[in-house]
């Protein structure tokens, strides 16, 4: 394969959570929602990720309420058997764009925007890659490149033809804490939000490791001291001959 | 016996627990103090505009990255001009500077990378 079918690799960036005991930027995260929410759920969907997760974790009990307020979902159907809908409420699952596949494909000429909720961990490079994609779109292909209609250059994309094009530029969202909402801004907090939807478990585990680490060394310790001490006695005992006289 | 180890334990527990406990929130203030410098300090020098961008463009200038972006100008040149030249639909190989611009990108990377998130909130 040549390197423009690999697709370029993206540079190691210095992520917040890279560390062995580093946890998620929260900030980040709940901006990074806010992005997901403007810009990335016109086409994406994130099918795996409820509502209730975001609590405590981006957004207050409340807010989360309200967020999900505002979507419609099946409610059971009434006394004639009449389908119903109600407001969505804190169980519910993250709707997204389309209804199916046919639909999102016909809706983007053939094209399937894949689900986001797992893709920091289905793709190469994890975070890398996603944040190189999102901010390495050139301002025209290099020489010589021809695309197939519909497509975009993109050179971390394997095989360079995206059918996704350019989405975030300066200033497409207001942050709501004041941050400026730069091109690498937005791409940075939408990858970490995107980072945490796949490993909704990142920063318990690395406390619980930090916890492991701390119990089984201190025990690992314990027992080398309890088997010398079990041992001194035996290690220094000294056997002697006393032949009858 | 088995009161006086549990005592001697809960003793270690609390004589490092809470030590552990402000030594992270003391780093934790100083980081956020030091990010608010920083913020200041790019406010006043840069105003708006993407980071990266900039980054990119100061990159460009560095004496090792110029040679790509050099070798990359020229391969431009030279593919336009082909372009430009009459037969090139039917030309068997069609040169395009996609590795040219893999090696610009790559060393524009490993300059920017490094630096690009400490200007980022």
């Known amino acids: 394969m040549t390197a423009a079918e690999h697709g370029l690799h993206p540079p190691a960036y210095n992520w917040s959570h890279n560390g062995m005991f580093d946890t998620f930027d929260h900030a980040s995260i709940r901006r990074g929602y806010q992005v997901y929410r403007e810009v990335c759920a016109a086409c994406h969907s994130l099918d795996r990720v409820a509502w209730r997760t975001l609590v405590g974790v981006s957004h207050s009990n409340s807010e989360v309420r309200e967020m999900a307020e505002q979507f419609e979902y099946d409610d059971e159907p009434d006394d004639q058997g009449n389908p119903r809908k109600r407001a969505?409420?804190?169980?519910?699952?993250?709707?997204?764009?389309?209804?199916?596949?046919?639909?999102?494909?016909?809706?983007?000429?053939?094209?399937?925007?894949p689900d986001l909720s797992l893709i920091v961990k289905a793709r190469h490079g994890a975070c890398d890659?996603?944040?190189?994609?999102?901010t390495g779109y050139p301002d025209d292909p290099p020489a010589g490149v021809s695309l197939p209609p519909g497509s975009n250059y993109n050179p971390y994309f394997p095989g360079g033809a995206i059918a996704m094009g350019r989405v975030l530029f300066d200033d497409l969202v207001e942050y709501e804490d004041g941050t400026p909402a730069t091109t690498s801004q937005m791409a940075k907090d939408v990858t970490t939000f995107l980072n945490w939807a796949s490993e909704p478990e990142h920063d318990e585990r690395k406390r619980l490791g930090l916890k492991a680490i701390i119990v089984l060394s201190s025990l690992y310790?314990?027992?080398?001291?309890?088997?010398?001490?079990?041992?001194?006695?035996?290690?220094?005992?000294?056997?002697r001959f006393n032949p009858p006289k | 016996m088995l009161k006086f180890i549990l005592e001697s334990l809960e003793e270690v527990k609390e004589s490092f627990l809470p030590t552990l406990a402000k030594a992270e929130s003391e780093e934790e203030d100083d980081e956020e103090e030091e990010d608010e410098d920083e913020d200041?300090?790019?406010?006043?020098?840069e105003g708006a505009g993407d980071p990266l961008d900039?980054?990119?463009?100061?990159?460009a200038t560095k004496p090792d990255i110029k040679h790509y972006v050099h070798h990359y100008a020229e391969c431009v040149e030279r593919v336009t001009k082909e372009q430009e030249e009459e037969g090139y639909?039917?030309?068997e190989y069609k040169e395009d500077c996609i590795e040219e611009f893999f090696h610009l990108q790559?060393?524009?990377?490993?300059?920017?990378?490094?630096r690009l998130f400490y200007k980022l909130k």
């Open chain 1, 129 to 134: 890659y996603i944040f190189a994609l999102l």
């Open chain 1, 221 to 239: 310790l314990i027992s080398i001291y309890v088997k010398k001490f079990k041992w001194a006695g035996i290690k220094t005992r000294k056997i």
């Open chain 1, 88 to 113: 969505g409420k804190l169980a519910d699952y993250i709707p997204g764009p389309y209804a199916n596949e046919q639909a999102a494909r016909a809706a983007n000429q053939g094209a399937y925007p």
């Open chain 2, 54 to 59: 900039k980054l990119r463009e100061e990159c």
């Open chain 2, 40 to 45: 200041d300090d790019e406010d006043d020098e």
């Open chain 2, 89 to 91: 639909e039917d030309k």
């Open chain 2, 106 to 114: 790559h060393h524009l990377n490993d300059c920017v990378a490094p």
